[in-house]
């Protein structure tokens, strides 16, 4: 009686054991091919994104490269393959979040503006590709959580894609750019809070397709106030239902 109860209970901890281990190759399969969680720490994409949006990305909008392996810091994640297997190009005016060019450790997302072969140049802030100025339109002030009203601004690109762009200040150093001509295999990436961006016009610089890490598909969780989603009791105060469950453009 004992020796069976005891490879009962054997059998029920290595059952245990088992399922943990598919639970986890699963989530990291599902993370690697299908879908990763990315959460946003700064305002360089508002008001698409803000500080405190979760967002689910989609590994396989634009292929594979060895860079679709989740980095958790100080790992670095990599894949053995070069360049993209199953490779898409990504459209113009894509939400991408991609790996840092020289610090591939570091996820960045930006939307995507200039394709490979584009001259791309900001003049007083306005956009232009090929020598063409991208329509800008005022819109409503956008109101940030504490009060402070910004000037936005509705761009629309040459392939439709439309969305709202801050510009805090007319006189800003990106507002002013030399001509970038985005190299052959690389993307040309802006955050759409104009002065308040790190993005291509500075030291990201052109991106390789190799670091595109996937596509920006859907906010499915918001906290304000730097919140962690853990703190239950801040939900009350802190929590954006008006942004859970919006997909981006």
Avoid: C
Avoid at 232 to 243: G, I, N, Q, S, Y
Wanted: charged share 20%.
């Amino acid at each position: 009686m004992v020796d069976r109860a005891e490879a009962k209970a054997s059998g029920g901890f290595g059952e245990t054991v088992k399922v943990i281990v598919q639970a986890l190759f699963l989530a990291l399969v599902i993370r690697t091919l299908l879908f990763q969680p990315f959460s946003i720490p700064s305002g360089s994409m508002m008001p698409t994104l803000v500080e405190g949006d979760y967002l689910f990305v989609s590994k396989w909008s634009y292929g594979y490269s060895k860079y679709s392996l989740p980095s958790l810091q100080p790992y670095v994640g990599y894949l053995p393959v070069d360049g993209r297997v199953m490779a898409f190009v990504p459209e113009r005016g894509d939400v991408v979040v991609f790996r840092k060019p020289r610090e591939e450790e570091v996820d960045y997302i930006k939307r995507l503006v200039g394709m490979p072969g584009d001259r791309i140049r900001i003049e007083n802030g306005i956009l232009f590709i090929n020598e063409v100025a991208v329509p800008r339109e005022a819109a409503a002030e956008y109101v940030s959580e504490d009060g402070t009203r910004v000037p936005q601004f509705r761009e629309t690109l040459p392939n439709g894609v439309s969305y709202l762009t801050l510009d805090l200040n007319p006189n800003s150093t990106g507002d002013n750019t030399r001509e970038f001509v985005v190299p052959a295999g690389h993307y040309f990436m802006m955050g759409d809070n104009r002065d308040n961006s790190l993005d291509s016009r500075f030291d990201v610089g052109y991106v390789p397709a190799e670091n595109l890490v996937g596509k920006a598909q859907v906010i499915f969780f918001s906290i304000g106030g730097g919140e962690s989603p853990l703190k239950l009791w801040t939900w009350p105060a802190e929590l954006r239902p008006d942004r859970i469950f919006t997909w981006l453009s």
